[in-house]
């Protein structure tokens, strides 16, 4: 693993229902290999000596949180102050499309888009509600790392649990390090094809792979 990271400019880690994501969600189970000192190492060496990205996505994200690399941009230890993404407000698992707009183009996987930008996405997950304290909450929206939001209809950030269905802290579905290099989200942008989902509304492609690959060209 470590060599493979030596080699990369990009670290992406998927979501998926490891150990049927029991307790606490895989996210931990991923961390733990991160906490590697050889492994931590390396993913140093790419954020700060590289300029790499990392993308988290559900489990993903849960890794990276645990980690600290969200949003402190990091591998450190956590404790009472830092963020996590906890069990839905719903009590169970949710699979649904959801809204999600680009709050912040701070970070590279934005590239392709806009600020007010709106996708439609899948999510699919039981430990997904974003929850932090909220003077953290004012600090990453004052530096911009509050990169999308679950919205209502109309574009506006909701608690409404038909448009956000985990009951996200300010609505927030995905967040970034401080230089946005590092961007972890619970919606799953990769499961989307020109073939899927042609009878619900609404844009699906995010375009943040394509960011990704544009930010080394």
């Given at each position: 693993l470590t060599e493979a990271i030596n080699n990369s400019q990009i670290i992406s880690i998927p979501?998926?229902?490891?150990?049927?994501?029991?307790?606490?969600?895989?996210?931990?189970?991923?961390?733990?290999?991160?906490?590697?000192?050889?492994?931590?190492?390396?993913?140093?060496?790419?954020?700060?000596?590289?300029?790499g990205l990392m993308l988290g996505i559900c489990n993903g994200f849960?890794?990276?949180?645990?980690?600290?690399?969200?949003?402190?941009?990091?591998?450190?230890?956590l404790n009472e102050d830092s963020p996590t993404l906890t069990f839905n407000s719903?009590?169970?698992?949710?699979?649904?499309?959801?809204?999600?707009?680009?709050?912040?183009?701070?970070?590279?996987?934005?590239?392709?888009?806009?600020?007010?930008?709106?996708?439609?996405?899948p999510v699919s997950h039981g430990e997904g509600r974003?929850?932090?304290?909220?003077?953290?909450?004012?600090?990453?929206?004052?530096?911009?790392?509050?990169?999308t939001q679950y919205t209502d209809p109309e574009g506006n950030p909701t608690y409404d649990i038909k448009f956000n269905p985990n009951g996200s802290d300010h609505s927030i579905e995905g967040i970034t390090s401080p230089d946005g290099r590092i961007f972890g989200k619970m919606g799953h942008s990769e499961r989307?094809?020109?073939?899927?989902?042609?009878?619900?509304p609404g844009d699906k492609f995010q375009r943040i792979f394509e960011s990704g690959i544009k930010y080394f060209k």
């Amino acid at each position: 693993l470590t060599e493979a990271i030596n080699n990369s400019q990009i670290i992406s880690i998927p979501g998926g229902f490891s150990a049927g994501d029991e307790p606490d969600g895989s996210g931990k189970f991923i961390a733990a290999v991160f906490r590697n000192p050889h492994v931590s190492e390396a993913v140093s060496g790419l954020i700060e000596k590289r300029g790499g990205l990392m993308l988290g996505i559900c489990n993903g994200f849960q890794a990276l949180i645990k980690l600290g690399l969200l949003p402190y941009g990091e591998i450190r230890d956590l404790n009472e102050d830092s963020p996590t993404l906890t069990f839905n407000s719903l009590g169970r698992h949710v699979s649904t499309m959801v809204n999600t707009k680009v709050t912040s183009t701070l970070s590279p996987w934005f590239l392709l888009s806009e600020a007010g930008d709106i996708h439609t996405i899948p999510v699919s997950h039981g430990e997904g509600r974003f929850s932090a304290d909220d003077n953290l909450i004012k600090q990453l929206e004052v530096k911009g790392q509050i990169a999308t939001q679950y919205t209502d209809p109309e574009g506006n950030p909701t608690y409404d649990i038909k448009f956000n269905p985990n009951g996200s802290d300010h609505s927030i579905e995905g967040i970034t390090s401080p230089d946005g290099r590092i961007f972890g989200k619970m919606g799953h942008s990769e499961r989307v094809t020109a073939d899927t989902f042609k009878n619900i509304p609404g844009d699906k492609f995010q375009r943040i792979f394509e960011s990704g690959i544009k930010y080394f060209k």
